[in-house]
């Protein structure tokens, strides 16, 4: 389908099941259910299975809520705000993550622009990132799309990216430090990561 224009409505009905979850879960879920857009209504189901219901009615409302990303023309905002569900499912249903996880990092792979498939790989890795399981299988295509990339947005998800997956993935951080872009922010990223930049000495 074609996407939504974004209105204040949906702006507001995000804020409001965000609200309403706390106090009134039933009525914030009627709330999230009524906003047009689809990238809003899955912010919103996402916020009220984070704070309301049993394992299985959160799982029920995550599942709705990817469905609902689903409903997006564009690659890249699908991947990128499924990360809000699935940030929430991951801790009580680790193995449907990774089910949904396969299948949107797939659907990335089929982003043709670098940035955009490069963000939306980012905001799942980060989603994802207290479970090293899962963490794995974003990991691999993560890095493929910022090595493919350039500009200083890439430099962004670059010095993110180093952080994740220090741990998970060290063969892979020298390759993304290598590709950063040269300049006065990859110089203050190798400070704070303890490490000096070539030509630092130069005055």
Request: proline share 4%.
């Amino acid at each position: 389908m074609a996407d939504l224009s974004i209105t204040r409505a949906d702006v507001r009905g995000r804020a409001l099941a965000a609200d309403l979850s706390h106090t009134d879960p039933r009525e914030a879920l009627k709330v999230a259910r009524a906003i047009p857009h689809p990238w809003y209504r899955c912010q919103a189901l996402s916020s009220v299975a984070e704070a309301w219901g049993t394992h299985t009615q959160k799982r029920e409302v995550l599942e709705e809520a990817l469905a609902v990303a689903g409903e997006q023309s564009e690659i890249n905002r699908i991947v990128t705000v499924s990360a809000w569900p699935l940030r929430v499912m991951v801790g009580f249903a680790p193995d449907d993550v990774a089910v949904h996880l396969r299948r949107l990092v797939t659907l990335a792979e089929q982003e043709p622009h670098s940035l955009r498939r490069a963000d939306g790989l980012s905001a799942l890795a980060f989603a994802v990132r207290q479970e090293s399981s899962l963490l794995a299988l974003v990991g691999p295509s993560l890095v493929g799309a910022l090595l493919s990339g350039r500009g200083w947005r890439i430099d962004r998800l670059i010095r993110d990216a180093v952080e994740l997956l220090s741990e998970s993935m060290p063969d892979v951080v020298e390759q993304l430090i290598e590709h950063h872009g040269e300049g006065r922010e990859k110089r203050a990223f190798l400070k704070s990561l303890g490490r000096v930049s070539r030509g630092a000495d130069v005055v």
